[in-house]
């Protein structure tokens, strides 16, 4: 029987197999894999009710904007709420932001692959699980 996994361990596992280290980004705001695939909340409406929520997976991040992996598709142009807290190895900080999906791509059944845009974004300088102990 397999295993219960919770969505952001096989998010990680993904990370892990399919991380690649580009020698050079020409992006405006080069993206960073630096801190792994960590949980997001997103807030979305659907349906006319507003405030749903899902938990995604960070696949990259940058000034400009993150890629996630989520458990469901979303358009292009919706705007989106994301928080959460980014643990690395040179700092950590909490994550609140206001997002347009730039793109969204089913790559299985189980998750799209979702690149957004900040519209607006607060990052907060956290201490790391480990140096808080």
């Known amino acids: 029987m397999r295993q219960a996994v919770s969505y952001t361990e096989e998010a990680a596992n993904r ?8 020698s050079r980004d020409s992006r405006r705001h ?3 894999q630096e801190f792994g695939a960590q949980k997001l909340e997103i807030t979305f ?3 006319g009710v507003e405030d749903q929520k899902c938990e ?8 400009g904007g993150l890629g996630m992996d989520s458990p469901r598709s979303f358009e292009t142009g919706e705007i989106i709420g994301i928080q959460g807290n980014f643990f690395g190895p040179s700092f950590s900080m909490r994550v609140d932001a206001k997002a347009r999906v730039a793109y969204c791509r089913r790559f299985n059944p189980d998750f799209c692959r979702v690149g957004v845009a900040f519209i607006e974004v607060s990052f907060k300088r956290i ?7």
């Not at 995604?56 to 000034?63: G, H, K």
């Not at 201490?127 to 808080?132: D, E, F, L, R, V």
């Open 30 to 32: 080069p993206r960073s």
């Open 15 to 22: 990370h892990a197999a399919f991380a690649v280290k580009k």
């Open 45 to 47: 409406s659907a349906d």
């Open 127 to 133: 201490k790391s699980s480990a140096s808080s102990s």
């Open 56 to 63: 995604a997976a960070l696949w990259d991040f940058s000034d």
